[in-house]
């Protein structure tokens, strides 16, 4: 299984995306957990503790590795360069475990070079593709809503997009571009996730009413317990608090099922 998830900033995609990949581990699932997101927060939401984290790598700031696997030296242009470099065995070398999570950082690549078709953004993306096409076990990528690490190849591996929404209409207005960004690719099921619901039976009529009721895969209510998670650096079953992680498991239930059905 290979899911995208993106949404506005601060709708709470990494802790949904990182209580997932916890969730399919626990199930005994090898999990794959990508942070695509340039301000990066994934580790938290997974749970590794601070001292795993301090030593995490980030894959756009190792530039011995860029410009030994593209041929060209960083932040110089009028370079010529590999467009498939070697990436099978990043993943190995550079992700973190922790809890049956194997956790990857992408890191961002420098504004300076955006948009370009510069070393960083080809490894990473010949990256991305390669984990999402390559790869047999659970693959979670936490991106930006810009989906920036998404191109036509790697999209043709995602199974779904699930996008995060709160109940508000900037969040909803961001979900309808990325839905749009997500067709262009050709990823063809798309999802939305409700979260920081305070009355989850209006809200999610209201979600349904935009999107349609099939493309309503959860709805995970405001709980102070989350933020407290999120103060502490901890991850939501880490809390090991049953009632919590219950509409995280329904949403789990929910994209199995939509995954498995035909493609439309």
Not at 188 to 203: I, Q, Y
């Amino acid at each position: 299984m290979k899911l995208a998830v993106s949404g506005k900033g601060g709708v709470g995609k990494s802790t949904i995306a990182g209580t997932l990949a916890r969730l399919y581990a626990a199930d005994s699932c090898r999990v794959l957990a990508i942070d695509a997101d340039p301000d990066a927060n994934l580790a938290s939401a997974v749970g590794v503790p601070p001292e795993l984290r301090r030593g995490i790598r980030t894959i756009a700031g190792e530039r011995r590795l860029i410009e030994e696997r593209t041929g060209a030296r960083v932040r110089e242009f009028g370079q010529m360069f590999k467009l498939n470099p070697e990436v099978a065995d990043i993943a190995e070398r550079y992700a973190v475990r922790y809890a049956g999570v194997d956790l990857l950082v992408l890191g961002a690549v420098p504004r300076a070079a955006g948009g370009c078709a510069c070393p960083e953004s080809v490894l990473l993306k010949s990256l991305v593709l390669h984990l999402v096409l390559k790869r047999g076990e659970v693959v979670i990528l936490d991106m930006e809503a810009g989906i920036e690490h998404l191109g036509r190849g790697t999209a043709a591996g995602v199974d779904l997009m699930a996008v995060v929404v709160e109940p508000g209409r900037r969040s909803l207005e961001t979900a309808h571009r990325i839905r749009e960004m997500a067709a262009a690719l050709g990823i063809r099921r798309f999802g939305v996730v409700l979260n920081k619901s305070t009355s989850p039976a209006e809200d999610g009529e209201w979600v349904s009413a935009e999107f349609g009721a099939d493309s309503l895969l959860g709805v995970i209510p405001f709980d102070s317990r989350i933020a407290r998670a999120d103060r502490l650096g901890s991850s939501i079953p880490e809390l090991g608090q049953q009632d919590l992680l219950a509409p995280f498991r329904e949403l789990l239930v929910n994209l199995d099922s939509r995954i498995k059905e035909k493609t439309p």
